[in-house]
């Protein structure tokens, strides 16, 4: 290749992975007011977060054209596929991650009129935190290109099954204890699985990072902390919930 092929190639290798950057960003803005509005029952910064969610969309959709074209004329090798393949993969994850701060969103009218257990709004608040904390260090990562720190954040995911678990058990006690809890409840239960599903999807991005990095994949079995099903299968045994721990 000339030296102007090998820039011009570099230069939008260097777009992929600046877009990845700008995409990562506006997920964990979209996260942050979803779950503010959420708390603060703030319908106008949830309707800025569902206009914001075609944003990201359309962002992904011209990265995946970009991507494509490169590796149509390019037609890279080894790690620089590896790198541009993972970026597919990435900014499919941050759209998912956008549509599940959307969804957070509508809820806010839904839960608007109604009362809500101050002790599990503060726990799903807390366990949006952690979520944020992994996109945040998961993106970090991906721009320093450090598969060991991709690594971590899969190893951490543990903390945010088991914080969703324990969401999951005192929502389903207070839904038992008065069924006039149980709209509110129902509406809180599906944004905690929203912000669990977000860690799942940073998840994905560290394995991808971890691919692109080394040429392998991570092993299969991921380590869970999510033991809802079996909650499930309890129903109405489920004891009182205590104290968050």
Known sequence: MTEHTVTSYEDELKFIVRRISEMGGQAERMVEQAVAALMRSDWDLAQSVVADDVLLDAAQRDLD?????????RQPMAVDLREIVGAIRI???????????????????????????????????H????????????????????????????DNDEQIDAMYTSIFRELLTYMMEDPRNITACTHLL???????????????????????????????????GDTTPSLVQQGSNLPPAGPEG
């Open 127 to 154: 366990l949006s935190e952690l979520a944020l904390v992994q996109l945040k260090e998961v993106l970090d990562a991906y721009g320093e290109h450090d598969h060991l720190r991709a690594m971590a954040v899969r």
């Open 65 to 73: 054209e970009r991507a494509i074209r490169t590796i149509a004329k």
């Open 91 to 125: 900014s499919n994850d941050l759209e998912r991650i956008g549509d599940l701060a959307k969804n957070i969103a509508k809820r806010v009218i839904a839960v608007h009129d109604h009362s809500q257990p101050v002790q599990l709004v503060r726990g799903i608040e």
């Open 190 to 224: 599906f944004s905690a699985k929203n912000i669990e599903r977000i860690g799942d999807h940073a998840t994905n991005i560290a394995e991808t990072i971890y691919y692109i990095q080394t040429g392998e994949q991570m092993e299969a079995e991921r380590p869970k």
